[in-house]
Protein backbone atom coordinates (compact mmCIF):
# COMPACT_ATOMS: atom_id res chain seq x y z
CA UNK A 1 0.00 0.00 0.00
CA UNK A 2 1.42 3.31 -1.10
CA UNK A 3 1.28 6.40 1.20
CA UNK A 4 0.68 9.89 0.68
CA UNK A 5 3.89 11.22 2.43
CA UNK A 6 3.79 14.22 4.71
CA UNK A 7 6.36 17.16 3.78
CA UNK A 8 8.39 18.30 6.66
CA UNK A 9 10.18 22.05 6.30
CA UNK A 10 12.74 22.77 8.45
CA UNK A 11 13.96 26.55 9.55
CA UNK A 12 17.33 26.34 12.07
CA UNK A 13 18.33 27.97 14.41
CA UNK A 14 20.25 31.74 14.23
CA UNK A 15 23.08 31.30 11.99
CA UNK A 16 22.58 27.61 12.16
CA UNK A 17 23.09 25.80 8.53
CA UNK A 18 21.32 22.31 7.73
CA UNK A 19 23.66 20.38 9.41
CA UNK A 20 21.74 21.06 12.30
CA UNK A 21 19.29 18.28 11.55
CA UNK A 22 21.82 15.45 10.78
CA UNK A 23 20.36 13.75 14.04
CA UNK A 24 16.52 14.01 13.25
CA UNK A 25 15.39 11.44 11.29
CA UNK A 26 12.08 9.82 9.70
CA UNK A 27 10.48 7.38 8.20
CA UNK A 28 10.93 7.58 4.41
CA UNK A 29 7.91 5.35 3.80
CA UNK A 30 5.98 8.32 5.00
CA UNK A 31 7.76 11.63 5.22
CA UNK A 32 10.17 13.88 3.16
CA UNK A 33 11.97 16.38 4.83
CA UNK A 34 13.06 20.11 3.52
CA UNK A 35 15.36 21.76 4.72
CA UNK A 36 15.78 25.74 4.29
CA UNK A 37 18.72 27.69 4.66
CA UNK A 38 19.02 31.19 5.66
CA UNK A 39 18.71 33.90 3.06
CA UNK A 40 20.55 37.11 3.58
CA UNK A 41 18.17 39.40 3.86
CA UNK A 42 18.08 42.71 2.21
CA UNK A 43 19.03 46.31 4.43
CA UNK A 44 16.50 46.98 6.68
CA UNK A 45 14.28 44.52 5.38
CA UNK A 46 11.07 43.94 7.44
CA UNK A 47 10.71 40.39 9.01
CA UNK A 48 6.78 40.46 7.16
CA UNK A 49 8.96 40.97 4.03
CA UNK A 50 11.84 38.33 4.84
CA UNK A 51 9.43 35.53 5.85
CA UNK A 52 7.41 36.06 2.70
CA UNK A 53 10.46 35.11 0.62
CA UNK A 54 11.20 32.66 3.11
CA UNK A 55 7.77 31.35 2.66
CA UNK A 56 8.03 31.30 -1.14
CA UNK A 57 10.55 28.20 -0.58
CA UNK A 58 7.97 26.18 0.62
CA UNK A 59 6.41 24.52 -2.42
CA UNK A 60 4.01 21.90 -1.04
CA UNK A 61 0.66 22.49 0.32
CA UNK A 62 -0.66 21.40 3.62
CA UNK A 63 2.79 20.95 4.53
CA UNK A 64 4.13 20.99 8.14
CA UNK A 65 6.71 23.87 8.90
CA UNK A 66 8.64 23.65 11.92
CA UNK A 67 11.45 26.18 13.21
CA UNK A 68 14.05 26.02 15.59
CA UNK A 69 14.91 28.56 18.04
CA UNK A 70 14.95 31.84 16.20
CA UNK A 71 14.13 29.94 13.68
CA UNK A 72 10.65 29.20 15.08
CA UNK A 73 10.33 32.80 15.33
CA UNK A 74 10.77 32.81 11.42
CA UNK A 75 8.36 30.50 10.82
CA UNK A 76 5.82 31.71 12.74
CA UNK A 77 5.49 35.11 10.53
CA UNK A 78 5.98 32.46 7.35
CA UNK A 79 2.90 30.88 8.60
CA UNK A 80 0.72 33.72 7.61
CA UNK A 81 1.71 33.23 3.81
CA UNK A 82 1.18 29.37 3.64
CA UNK A 83 -1.79 26.70 3.54
CA UNK A 84 0.03 24.53 6.34
CA UNK A 85 -0.96 21.13 8.15
CA UNK A 86 0.87 22.18 11.08
CA UNK A 87 3.05 24.31 12.58
CA UNK A 88 5.68 23.43 14.98
CA UNK A 89 8.31 25.67 17.14
CA UNK A 90 11.61 24.08 19.24
CA UNK A 91 13.09 25.84 21.31
CA UNK A 92 12.15 28.98 20.55
CA UNK A 93 9.17 31.76 21.90
CA UNK A 94 5.68 31.89 20.83
CA UNK A 95 5.10 35.78 21.85
CA UNK A 96 7.06 38.37 23.19
CA UNK A 97 6.54 37.65 26.69
CA UNK A 98 8.08 34.52 26.35
CA UNK A 99 11.47 36.06 25.55
CA UNK A 100 14.02 36.16 28.37
CA UNK A 101 14.57 39.20 31.37
CA UNK A 102 18.26 39.76 29.37
CA UNK A 103 16.71 39.79 25.95
CA UNK A 104 13.56 42.27 26.82
CA UNK A 105 15.96 44.85 28.43
CA UNK A 106 18.62 44.66 25.65
CA UNK A 107 15.20 45.94 23.56
CA UNK A 108 14.77 48.21 25.93
CA UNK A 109 18.97 49.67 26.32
CA UNK A 110 19.52 48.65 22.77
CA UNK A 111 22.18 47.09 23.95
CA UNK A 112 21.81 44.62 21.04
CA UNK A 113 23.07 46.85 18.68
CA UNK A 114 26.77 46.83 20.79
CA UNK A 115 26.78 43.22 19.61
CA UNK A 116 30.21 43.32 17.88
CA UNK A 117 29.02 40.93 14.89
CA UNK A 118 32.16 41.96 12.58
CA UNK A 119 34.41 40.91 15.52
CA UNK A 120 32.88 37.38 16.13
CA UNK A 121 32.18 35.52 13.01
CA UNK A 122 34.62 33.36 13.41
CA UNK A 123 34.78 32.84 17.57
CA UNK A 124 32.72 30.96 20.30
CA UNK A 125 31.54 34.31 21.22
CA UNK A 126 28.50 33.39 18.42
CA UNK A 127 27.98 30.78 19.56
CA UNK A 128 27.36 31.80 23.12
CA UNK A 129 25.23 34.46 21.90
CA UNK A 130 23.27 31.82 19.89
CA UNK A 131 22.77 29.12 22.68
CA UNK A 132 23.83 31.31 26.00
CA UNK A 133 26.44 30.30 27.89
CA UNK A 134 26.93 26.86 28.75
CA UNK A 135 29.78 24.06 29.43
CA UNK A 136 32.47 23.89 26.64
CA UNK A 137 31.24 20.66 24.89
CA UNK A 138 28.56 22.35 24.21
CA UNK A 139 29.12 25.47 22.96
CA UNK A 140 31.67 23.06 20.45
CA UNK A 141 29.16 20.51 19.53
CA UNK A 142 26.94 23.84 18.75
CA UNK A 143 29.58 26.18 17.12
CA UNK A 144 30.27 23.38 14.59
CA UNK A 145 26.91 23.91 12.76
CA UNK A 146 26.88 27.87 13.18
CA UNK A 147 27.90 28.42 9.30
CA UNK A 148 25.83 31.31 8.14
CA UNK A 149 28.36 34.16 9.08
CA UNK A 150 27.33 37.01 6.64
CA UNK A 151 27.38 40.19 8.69
CA UNK A 152 23.98 41.81 7.29
CA UNK A 153 22.27 38.75 8.49
CA UNK A 154 23.45 38.53 11.72
CA UNK A 155 22.62 42.17 12.59
CA UNK A 156 19.47 41.43 10.93
CA UNK A 157 18.88 38.44 12.95
CA UNK A 158 20.17 39.87 16.31
CA UNK A 159 17.58 42.69 16.28
CA UNK A 160 14.36 40.56 15.02
CA UNK A 161 15.18 38.04 17.90
CA UNK A 162 15.35 40.77 20.24
CA UNK A 163 13.05 43.18 19.05
CA UNK A 164 10.43 40.84 17.83
CA UNK A 165 6.55 42.65 18.10
CA UNK A 166 4.42 39.58 18.42
CA UNK A 167 2.30 39.73 21.60
CA UNK A 168 -0.17 37.26 20.71
CA UNK A 169 0.57 33.51 19.58
CA UNK A 170 -0.35 31.85 16.32
CA UNK A 171 -3.56 30.08 15.88
CA UNK A 172 -2.39 26.07 16.71
CA UNK A 173 1.04 26.57 16.96
CA UNK A 174 2.36 23.50 18.77
CA UNK A 175 5.65 24.34 21.07
CA UNK A 176 8.25 21.47 21.77
CA UNK A 177 10.58 23.19 24.35
CA UNK A 178 13.53 21.42 26.98
CA UNK A 179 13.14 22.14 30.64
CA UNK A 180 16.68 22.65 30.79
CA UNK A 181 16.64 25.51 28.20
CA UNK A 182 19.02 28.63 29.20
CA UNK A 183 18.53 30.50 26.49
CA UNK A 184 14.63 30.69 26.70
CA UNK A 185 14.00 29.23 30.30
CA UNK A 186 11.25 27.16 30.66
CA UNK A 187 9.59 29.41 33.64
CA UNK A 188 8.58 31.76 31.07
CA UNK A 189 7.49 29.53 28.38
CA UNK A 190 3.72 28.07 28.23
CA UNK A 191 3.52 24.64 26.47
CA UNK A 192 2.43 20.77 27.67
CA UNK A 193 5.23 19.26 25.03
CA UNK A 194 8.47 19.31 27.59
CA UNK A 195 11.31 17.38 26.83
CA UNK A 196 12.76 16.39 30.61
CA UNK A 197 16.15 17.64 30.63
CA UNK A 198 16.35 18.97 26.83
CA UNK A 199 18.56 21.90 26.57
CA UNK A 200 18.40 24.75 24.08
CA UNK A 201 20.52 21.93 21.49
CA UNK A 202 18.44 19.09 22.05
CA UNK A 203 17.88 19.39 18.32
CA UNK A 204 21.58 18.01 17.91
CA UNK A 205 22.11 15.85 21.33
CA UNK A 206 18.40 14.55 21.37
CA UNK A 207 17.74 13.91 18.00
CA UNK A 208 15.81 10.71 18.38
CA UNK A 209 13.55 12.08 20.88
CA UNK A 210 12.53 14.97 19.43
CA UNK A 211 11.93 13.35 15.94
CA UNK A 212 9.02 11.10 17.70
CA UNK A 213 7.87 14.13 19.59
CA UNK A 214 7.71 15.72 16.18
CA UNK A 215 5.90 12.63 14.41
CA UNK A 216 3.08 12.38 17.32
CA UNK A 217 2.34 15.89 16.75
CA UNK A 218 1.94 15.24 13.39
CA UNK A 219 -0.01 12.18 13.57
CA UNK A 220 -2.17 13.41 16.01
Known amino acids: MKFEKTHLYFVPGLAASKEIFRNISFPETHYETHIIEWLIPDKKETLKSYAKRMAALVSEDNAVLIGVSFGGVVAQEMSKFLKLKHLIIISSVKTRKELPRRLKFARKTWAYKLVPTSLVLSTKDLTRFAIGPKTEKRLKLYQEYLH ?65 RIMKLVEK
Request: positive net charge; aromatic residues 6%; glycine residues 8%.
Open 148 to 212: VRDKQYLDWAIENMVCWKRTKGVKKVKHIHGDADVVFPIKNIKTKHIIKGGTHIMILNRGKEVSE
